[in-house]
């Protein structure tokens, strides 16, 4: 499978997702992620996710209206950065990195620390929590204090994770 892109986004676009990803992670963190200088397209997963391209490379999840860093994105920030201490962040132990790499929910169990920030509906990105390596992203199903607190249940619904489709896709 190919990334169609469909267009080059304008530069109110591109303002707007600095803007957001300002919003969710501060404006320090947004500036690494993407500038007014990046050359940003628009490329067709599929029929419900869009993937933005930042200077050629896959970089920004997008469904409806929500956009997100992808795993690949992350990945990248996360050999100068600790994403243990950023927000929207979901840290799980050792156990459960198997399970969420074939795509399995984040279970409340596993999770050693999470952003007590995080709201129900939230997107969030999950990492490992001996490197702090990104494994995934979702939608939050829990606040993110119960997550640290509540000892079983779905915490975290995983909508892409590292050696999914979009993964494979990205890396490639």
Same mark, same amino acid.
């Given at each position: 499978?190919?990334?169609?892109?469909?267009?080059? %986004? +304008? !530069? $109110?676009?591109?303002? /707007?997702?600095?803007?957001?990803?300002?919003?969710?992670?501060?404006?320090?963190?947004? #500036? &690494?992620? %993407? +500038? !007014? $200088?990046?050359?940003? /397209?628009?490329?067709?997963?599929?029929?419900?996710?869009?993937?933005?391209?930042?200077? #050629? &490379?896959?970089?920004?999840? $997008?469904?409806?209206?929500?956009?997100?860093?992808?795993?690949?994105?992350?990945?990248?920030?996360?050999?100068?950065?600790?994403?243990?201490?950023?927000?929207?962040?979901?840290?799980?132990?050792?156990?459960?990195?198997?399970?969420?790499?074939?795509?399995?929910?984040?279970?409340?169990?596993?999770?050693?620390?999470?952003?007590?920030?995080?709201?129900?509906?939230?997107?969030?990105?999950?990492?490992?929590?001996?490197?702090?390596?990104?494994?995934?992203?979702?939608?939050?199903?829990?606040?993110?204090?119960?997550?640290?607190?509540?000892?079983?249940?779905?915490?975290?619904?995983?909508?892409?994770?590292?050696?999914?489709?979009?993964?494979?896709?990205?890396?490639?």
């Amino acid at each position: 499978m190919e990334l169609k892109v469909k267009h080059p %986004l +304008s !530069k $109110k676009e591109v303002k /707007e997702i600095i803007r957001e990803m300002g919003e969710i992670f501060g404006e320090e963190i947004a #500036g &690494k992620m %993407l +500038s !007014k $200088k990046d050359r940003v /397209e628009l490329a067709e997963f599929d029929r419900t996710t869009d993937i933005i391209l930042v200077n #050629g &490379k896959p970089f920004f999840i $997008k469904r409806k209206e929500l956009v997100f860093p992808l795993v690949i994105a992350l990945y990248g920030l996360s050999n100068e950065e600790d994403l243990r201490k950023w927000p929207r962040r979901v840290v799980v132990d050792a156990g459960a990195i198997p399970f969420i790499l074939k795509g399995a929910d984040v279970m409340a169990a596993g999770i050693t620390d999470a952003d007590e920030n995080i709201r129900e509906g939230d997107f969030v990105f999950v990492v490992e929590e001996d490197y702090g390596r990104p494994l995934a992203i979702g939608v939050a199903l829990m606040d993110g204090e119960t997550m640290k607190e509540k000892p079983k249940g779905k915490a975290v619904k995983n909508i892409h994770h590292a050696k999914d489709r979009i993964w494979n896709l990205t890396v490639g």
